[in-house]
Antibody
Framework: QVHLVESGGGVVQPGRSLRLSCAAS????????VQWVRQAPGKGLEWVAV????????YYADSVKGRFTISRDYSKNTVSLQMNSLRVEDTAVYYC???????????WGQGVRVTVSS | DIQMTQSPSSVSASVGDRVTITCRAS??????LAWYQQKPGMAPKLLIY???SLRSGVPSRFSGSGSGADFTLTISSLQPEDFATYYC?????????FGQGTRLEIK
C-alpha cells in the first residue's frame, strides 16, 4: 500500500529555515518522481518542486527558486525540502505526492503545516 | 507559465444532478491534464489523468474530455460524497500549474 508521510512543519520566523521530510513506503521509491505542492490557508493548490527518479533532475516554482532545495535519500526512501529565507507568504500546508513520470500526483501525504510569522 | 482557468468558481447542485466544470489552458497542452477532488482538511485525490482516463477505483459517474486548451469534468449524477472542490492541473510543462478550483456545493 502506497504511503507518504510528511514531517518537519511548525512555526518559524521570517528569514529562518525549516526542513520538511516525506517518508515513502509501499512502492518502488527509485522509479518514481516526488513532488511538493502547497496550499495557503483558504487558497488553492500551488506546485512547489519536483525531483525525478534519478535524483539529479529537479524543477522549482519561481516563487521558491533559490530559497528551497529538494533532495532524496534512496537508503531511507525519503524526500526532503530544505526551505531557507522563509517568507510570510510561504505559510501553507505542504503536501508531498508521488508522481509517475513527474506528470500527475497519484498518491498524496496527509500534509504538514508551515507557519511563517514573527 | 501556463495559466489554468476554471469555471465556474463555485456551483450549487442537488443530488442526482449532472454537473460540468470547465478548465481552459492559456496555451495548448495536448491532453496533459488531470482532475483532482479535495474535501476540507484532506489531501487532494486524483480522479482523471490524460484528460479522459479514469483512475482505477474512481466511480464511472466521473468523466473527462477535451484536448488542446479546453477541457471538461462531468459528474453524471451527483452523489452526497461528491460535494467538494475540484482542481485541474496541467502536466505539459514545468512549472506544473493548477486551476483556481471549483467549489461544488449542495443546493
Amino acid at each position: 500500500q502506497v504511503h507518504l508521510v510528511e514531517s518537519g512543519g511548525g512555526v518559524v520566523q521570517p528569514g529562518r529555515s525549516l526542513r520538511l521530510s516525506c517518508a515513502a513506503s509501499g512502492f518502488s521509491f527509485s522509479t518514481y518522481a516526488v513532488q511538493w505542492v502547497r496550499q495557503a490557508p483558504g487558497k488553492g493548490l500551488e506546485w512547489v518542486a519536483v525531483i525525478l527518479y534519478d535524483g539529479s533532475t529537479k524543477y522549482y516554482a519561481d516563487s521558491v527558486k533559490g530559497r528551497f532545495t529538494i533532495s532524496r535519500d534512496y537508503s531511507k526512501n525519503t524526500v526532503s525540502l530544505q526551505m531557507n529565507s522563509l517568507r510570510v507568504e510561504d505559510t501553507a500546508v505542504y503536501y508531498c505526492a508521488r508522481s509517475s513520470g513527474a506528470l500527475y500526483f497519484d498518491y498524496w501525504g496527509q500534509g504538514v503545516r508551515v507557519t511563517v510569522s514573527s | 507559465d501556463i495559466q489554468m482557468t476554471q469555471s465556474p468558481s463555485s456551483v450549487s447542485a442537488s443530488v442526482g444532478d449532472r454537473v460540468t466544470i470547465t478548465c481552459r489552458a492559456s496555451q495548448s497542452i495536448s491532453n496533459w491534464l488531470a482532475w483532482y477532488q479535495q474535501k476540507p482538511g484532506m489531501a487532494p485525490k486524483l480522479l482523471i489523468y490524460g484528460a479522459s482516463s479514469l483512475r482505477s477505483g474512481v466511480p464511472s459517474r466521473f468523466s473527462g474530455s477535451g484536448s488542446g486548451a479546453d477541457f471538461t469534468l462531468t459528474i453524471s449524477s451527483l452523489q452526497p460524497e461528491d460535494f467538494a472542490t475540484y482542481y485541474c492541473q496541467q502536466a505539459n510543462t514545468f512549472p506544473r500549474t493548477f486551476g483556481q478550483g471549483t467549489r461544488l456545493e449542495i443546493k
